[in-house]
């Protein structure tokens, strides 16, 4: 399923204040987004009776009696994943990903968590990061949220372009390696459909 649209993400806060991330298109996606996919945002990108949220493509929302806050990116070249720091530790919060960046000259758009991760952090299904693969696809049968089957893989090719295909699709389908990819589960939406 290619992201011909864009990455559509729910902040939801709960009973108690809290905010908590849910997407759309695996359990969950962490991308790092270019400026321009904010300012397609800001330039007219975003659909219905919203409100811009500050600095940035995201806005409030209600559905059903609850309130949103919904943001959208266009996919592209500057999405990228990130699990490790250069020594080989997990990062484990998004401000040590934007310092990594920011030593780069770069800067974190918009993140969110991806997959899913052993208590050690790594990850429980496939994960490849900068053209390497890191763990291999998990296929496997067994209990928790990642076993429900079917189970997806979020990708990002070379290019730019990105999907999202249940697992036994990804295995099937031939094309090069993805520069990025995470396995998560169970698949939240597949082929449009809840």
């Not at 806050?69 to 990903?97: I, S, T």
């Not at 991806?114 to 050690?120: P, S, V």
């Not at 952090?121 to 890191?134: H, I, L, N, Q």
Request: proline fraction near 6%; charge should be negative; aromatic fraction near 10%.
């Amino acid at each position: 399923m290619p992201l011909s649209g864009c990455v559509r993400v729910k902040l939801i806060e709960n009973r108690h204040g809290f905010r908590r991330v849910r997407c759309f298109l695996l359990s969950a996606i962490l991308a790092a987004l270019s400026a321009a996919c904010a300012s397609h945002a800001q330039e007219g990108g975003q659909a219905g009776n919203s409100t811009e949220v500050a600095d940035g493509p995201c806005a409030e929302q209600a559905h059903d009696g609850a309130d949103y806050v919904v943001c959208r990116f266009q996919p592209g070249a500057d999405m990228r994943l990130f699990l490790n720091n250069e020594a080989g530790e997990p990062y484990k919060h998004f401000n040590w990903v934007n310092e990594a960046l920011s030593g780069a000259g770069e800067r974190l758009v918009f993140a969110m968590n991806a997959g899913m991760y052993h208590e050690d952090r790594s990850p429980v299904g496939y994960y490849r990061g900068a053209g390497k693969d890191v763990t291999p696809i998990n296929d496997n049968n067994g209990p928790g949220n990642f076993h429900l089957k079917p189970n997806g893989i979020f990708f990002i090719l070379e290019n730019g372009f990105a999907g999202v295909e249940e697992t036994s699709v990804f295995l099937m389908t031939k094309r090069p390696p993805p520069a990025y990819a995470t396995q998560s589960g169970p698949m939240l939406v597949i082929d449009g459909s809840l």
